[in-house]
């Protein structure tokens, strides 16, 4: 099956600290990228969907600037929390697809995040 | 509005034995997929089935079959044979084809095998 590669799986920094996730599609191309936010025992949050070549559509309530989303490419994109700190703190899991009907998101293994 | 609804939180089953994750769904447009997700305490999200609105038959994939009441607006998961592996949190989604590839997720089950 399609291949969606998350890294890193752990980050621990400081508060303050801008902290960047990459997420590659490693063997299709990923027209349309999400990222999403997941607290403890709850569902996938959806923060944005990112269209290749396009500025990214934000979910009402989540910040821009605080979460920066680039798609610059079919295959990677990468989100930027920046100035992060401790209620930023989360698992963030990415997804692509490269077209609609049937095809399913394709998830990334998912990068926890821990500000200090 | 809720657009996905799973109403069981928790779930127990013994092992080998099948059991059946809820899933209901609210939408209007014609046309549209219905997904189930496995996510292990590990974090990553596995597709495990699909099913679409016109599609005449219920899926299956191997040990899952999605029971699809259209009518209902229901696509329930079965998972026959359950084993340990199967704990885990288990996720209904939607993707309307209005909305282009966005998908609404249910707020989850979580599956608990019990030996």
């Known amino acids: 099956g399609a291949v969606v590669s998350q890294h890193p799986s752990w980050v621990i920094c400081k508060s303050g600290t801008s902290v960047k996730i990459e997420c590659r599609s490693l063997?299709?191309?990923?027209?349309?990228m999400f990222w999403y936010r997941q607290f403890p025992k709850q569902s996938l949050m959806l923060m944005a969907t990112?269209?290749?070549?396009?500025?990214?559509?934000?979910e009402q309530g989540v910040e821009k600037d605080k979460f920066l989303i680039n798609h610059a490419s079919l295959t990677l994109s990468t989100l930027t929390v920046t100035s992060a700190h401790p209620e930023d703190s989360s698992f963030y899991i990415c997804?692509?697809?490269?077209?609609?009907?049937?095809?399913?998101?394709?998830f990334g293994d998912g990068t926890r995040l821990s500000i200090l | 509005a809720q657009k996905i609804t799973q109403t069981q939180p928790g779930m127990f089953v013994q092992e080998k034995e099948a059991v059946t994750l809820d899933c209901t769904y609210d939408?209007?447009?014609?046309?549209?997929?219905l997904f189930w997700y496995k996510q292990p305490s590990s974090g990553e999200m596995i597709f495990l089935i699909y099913?679409?609105?016109?599609?005449?038959q219920n899926a299956t994939e191997g040990r899952y079959s999605l029971n699809f009441q259209k009518a209902r607006k229901s696509a329930n998961l079965v998972i026959s044979a359950s084993q340990l592996g199967d704990s885990a949190m288990y996720f209904c989604?939607?993707?309307?084809?209005?909305?282009?590839?966005?998908?609404?997720f249910g707020t989850g089950t979580s599956l608990t095998v019990i030996p």
């Open positions: 997804s692509g697809t490269n077209r609609m009907g049937n095809q399913p998101q394709h």
């Open positions: 063997d299709f191309q990923a027209t349309t």
């Open positions: 990112s269209n290749e070549g396009s500025k990214a559509t934000y």
């Open positions: 939408t209007s447009d014609p046309s549209y997929g």
């Open positions: 099913q679409g609105s016109y599609d005449q």
């Open positions: 989604a939607m993707r309307r084809d209005s909305s282009g590839n966005q998908f609404y």
